[in-house]
Nanobody, 119 residues
């Protein structure tokens, strides 16, 4: 099983990025998927999760109204649209699947994609 994350980069504050994560090796159609991030010197934290149907999403307060998680199950892909980026969003972003019931972690992890937001 592999999760391939992409879409990170360097962007100015207020800019946007779209992260993608493609799964291979098994299907996650019936699983919740999510994104986590880890900033330098900090622990990895949950950012956003989406239910297997796509009908329910959850995210941390600091990204509400700015980040949107979505999925294309037929393509085994999960996305994270990040708008109005702030310097404090700088981190390595990881996709995870399937998510634990409490969204605290995932069974499989992508390799991470670096997001750097300059002020």
């Amino acid at each position: 099983v592999q999760l391939q994350a992409s879409g990170g980069g360097l962007v100015q504050a207020g800019g946007s990025l779209r992260l993608s994560c493609v799964a291979s090796g098994r299907t996650f159609i019936w699983d919740d998927l999510g994104w986590f991030r880890q900033a330098p010197g900090k622990e990895r934290e949950f950012v956003a999760g989406i239910s297997w149907s796509g009908g329910s999403t959850r995210c941390i307060d600091s990204v509400k109204g700015r980040f949107t998680i979505s999925r294309e199950s037929a393509k085994s892909t999960v996305y994270l649209q990040m708008n109005s980026l702030k310097p404090e969003d700088t981190a390595v972003y990881y996709c995870a699947a399937p998510l634990r019931r409490d969204y605290s972690s995932g069974e499989y992890w992508g390799q991470g994609t670096q997001v750097t937001v300059s002020s």
